[in-house]
């Protein structure tokens, strides 16, 4: 199983970037995926996650109303919609799989990582 991150990158505060995740070796419509994000210093925490059928969106009070999770199933990828970003959102954001397909905030419920992509936000 391989998820692959892309679409980081250094931007100004309020600018928007999307996150793309292309997952491959896994029956993508059976996962729930997820994002989570790991700043400078700080423990890795959950950013959104979109569950299978139904697709449940779950987020982060930190980013609702600015980030938007999700999926493709004709492409086997999950995106993240950033918007309003500011300095607090810098970090590495991964993307997880979840076999279980319910969508979880905790990050022991996910069974696939990605390897992360850089975002920084320049006030």
């Avoid at 569950?51 to 009070?61: F, G, H, L, Q, R």
């Avoid at 990828?77 to 810098?90: A, I, P, Q």
Wanted: with cysteine; net charge neutral.
């Amino acid at each position: 199983v391989q998820l692959v991150e892309s679409g980081g990158g250094l931007v100004q505060a309020g600018d928007s970037l999307r996150l793309s995740c292309a997952a491959s070796g896994l029956i993508f419509s059976r996962y729930a995926m997820g994002w989570f994000r790991q700043a400078p210093g700080k423990e890795r925490e959950f950013v959104a996650a979109i569950s299978w059928i139904p697709e449940i969106k779950n987020y982060a009070d930190s980013v609702k109303g600015r980030f938007t999770i999700s999926r493709d199933s004709g492409k086997d990828t999950v995106y993240l919609e950033m918007n309003g970003l500011k300095s607090e959102d810098t970090a590495v954001y991964y993307c997880a799989a979840d076999h279980r397909g319910f969508g979880a905030k905790v990050e022991h419920q996910y069974d696939y990582w990605g390897q992360g992509t850089q975002v920084t936000v320049s006030s």
